[in-house]
């Protein structure tokens, strides 16, 4: 029998969340510290039996207004003030070569329609979405073609739309992973100046202050149909024109580079580990396997051959820091944190007497997820750490969510009139 949420939504909610592509529920807890109340939320991964997350999901918030099916399968969600989603990234990620990012061509990257579907049956006064920077640059054969589709079919559904690449460390919190927030207003109003938009009015200006724009500046019309774009938006280049930030409205896109303006206190990895004391012997690395890690980490050149061609070539990789320092922010989790084997791409962390993995308590602390969110599925099953790694790999800063909530909570009283 699945047990009571553990969870409370606020008790006098500023407005009714959709959370799609809800994960663990990052999205939630930050908009319910914000005053909003989620009253739909969505979890589906095509590729296991057993639906892992939407489990954990359910342990913490309960199964009222919880869909565990394939999106695609959603017929219609309430018409709520607004929608959010950190939509799956996995054709877009820096996970893999650029060459190898099929994006909106990719199996999960056609998941946008289905987004646009839904947010044409529920016309929510706001939109807030989240990926990877990756996105932005998406495809290699076209730089920026994915996102600009994304821009246009958004638009013409009467959105004026920002965008700014974020660093979770930049606004003091102890993990630096970068990903795009994209917010969308409904609105009939005239086009803003952009500048201004972007670095005063705008949702994210409030929320997550930066300095004035760079003179670097990009301005394209987007006024041809989603099919036209698809085929010819920036064809060839080498770079694409979307910068860290920008403002879109009614076919024209202004887009900018700035620079960050937080001014309060920074934490860091060390801020957020446990005692070695508290900590499982199974976290700790065995002397023996010391060189494995330091090697993986370490500079090197591997020759390598390719699979179509056949030819060698020489793949290099940087030094990584060995061990990761505790008076810095983290690295960027990633989904394969988990497991005992030595990788290049996990934390390890000197401990009193060795080095130790982070555990998964450290992950959910990383991105601002109570302690153990993860530990337990909706019957009161385990949850392995290798899985609740893998979450926190593909979770977002809770954080930054809470900052970004708040700015649409002020836009929402004053828009209900309360």
């Known amino acids: 029998m699945t047990k009571e949420p553990n969870f409370c939504e606020p008790q006098n909610p500023v407005g009714n969340v959709a959370e799609l592509f809800a994960g663990v529920g990052g999205f939630r807890i930050g ?18 039996k ?20 394939d999106i695609a399968t959603v017929k219609e969600i309430p018409n709520v003030d607004l929608l959010v989603g950190g939509f799956p990234c996995q054709d877009y990620s820096v996970a893999k070569s650029l060459n190898s990012s099929k994006g909106l061509e990719g199996k999960k990257g056609v998941l946008w329609w289905e987004i646009l579907r839904l947010v044409r049956q529920a016309k929510p006064k706001f939109i807030f979405l989240e990926n990877v920077d990756r996105l932005l640059k998406s495809p290699s054969s076209q730089r920026g ?19 700014r690449v974020v660093s979770a460390s930049d606004y003091g919190f102890p993990q630096r992973r970068i990903r795009v927030f994209i917010i969308a207003k409904k609105t009939d109003a005239k086009p803003v100046d952009a500048k201004e938009y972007v670095t005063k009015s705008g949702v994210l200006a409030r929320a997550l202050p930066v300095s004035p724009v760079t003179e670097e500046e990009s301005r394209f019309e987007l006024r041809d149909g989603a099919d036209v774009i698809s085929r010819n938006f920036n064809n060839g280049g080498k770079k694409s024109p979307f910068l860290n930030a920008g403002v879109y409205f009614a076919g024209e896109a202004k887009t900018f580079k700035t620079s960050v303006a937080h001014t309060g206190n920074k934490q860091t990895l060390g801020d957020i580990v446990q005692a ?8 700790f690395v065995d002397s023996e396997r010391i060189s494995e890690w330091e090697y993986l980490k370490g500079a090197k050149t591997i020759e390598r051959t390719h699979k179509g061609s056949g030819a060698t ?51 959910e602390r990383l991105n601002g997820f109570p302690d153990n969110w993860t530990a337990k599925g909706r019957d009161g099953n385990k949850v392995s750490d290798v899985r609740r790694a893998f979450f926190m790999g593909n979770a977002l800063v809770v954080g930054l969510i809470e900052k970004v909530g708040y700015v649409l909570a002020d836009d929402q009283k004053q828009t209900s009139g309360s």
Do not use: C
Not at 33 to 43: D, L, M
Not at 149 to 160: A, C, R, S, V
Not at 336 to 342: L, Q, Y
């Open 31 to 48: 908009l319910a510290a914000a005053g909003w109340k989620t009253v739909f939320s969505n979890q589906w991964e095509p590729s296991t």
């Open 50 to 69: 057993t639906q892992h997350a939407s489990d954990v999901y359910v342990a913490n918030f309960g199964a009222e207004g919880h869909s565990n099916e």
């Open 145 to 163: 073609r994915d996102f600009a589709i994304m821009l246009k079919t958004l638009g013409d559904e009467g959105y004026l739309i920002e965008w």
């Open 276 to 283: 070695d004391s508290a900590v499982a012997p199974e976290y």
């Open 313 to 363: 070539y020489n793949y290099a990789e940087g030094k990584m820091a060995f061990p990761d320092l505790l008076t810095n922010p983290s690295r960027t989790i990633l989904t394969g944190e988990g497991g005992t084997s030595p990788s290049r791409f996990k934390h390890i962390i000197a401990a009193e007497n060795g080095y130790r993995r982070l555990t998964p308590i450290e992950l």
